[in-house]
C-alpha cells in the first residue's frame, strides 16, 4: 500500500490566446511600472511657490501610458518571443 505517494503533476501546454494574454499583462505591468517611477522621480523633484502654493519645476510630469503604448510593448515582447523560438 502506498500511503505517501503523490501523483505526477500534469501541465498542459497553453494556447495563443493565453499566451498573448500574459505577454500583455506583463507588458502593462511594465509600462505602468515605469511610469510610476517617472512619477515619483518627478514628485521628489517637484518644488512649491510658498506663496501661491503653485508647483514650480523645470521637470515636466510624465503623461500617463495609454492602451497604445501598453500594445505596442505586448508586441515587442511578443515579437521578441516569436524570433527566438525560430532561430533554433
Do not use: C
Not at 505526477?8 to 501546454?13: D, H, I, L, R
Not at 511600472?33 to 501661491?52: C, I, P, Q, T
Request: proline fraction near 3%; avoid cysteine; glycine fraction near 8%.
Amino acid at each position: 500500500m502506498l500511503k505517501n505517494s503523490t501523483l505526477p503533476e500534469v501541465k498542459f501546454n497553453k494556447n495563443g490566446y493565453e499566451i498573448r494574454t500574459e505577454v500583455l499583462d506583463m507588458a502593462k505591468g511594465l509600462i505602468t511600472e515605469e511610469y510610476h517611477s517617472k512619477f515619483a522621480g518627478w514628485e521628489l523633484s517637484a518644488k512649491r511657490d510658498e506663496k501661491s502654493g503653485q508647483v514650480v519645476t523645470t521637470v515636466g510630469m510624465p503623461e500617463f501610458p495609454g492602451l497604445d503604448k501598453v500594445i505596442e510593448a505586448a508586441e515587442k515582447m511578443y515579437a521578441f518571443v516569436n524570433a527566438g523560438s525560430s532561430k533554433k
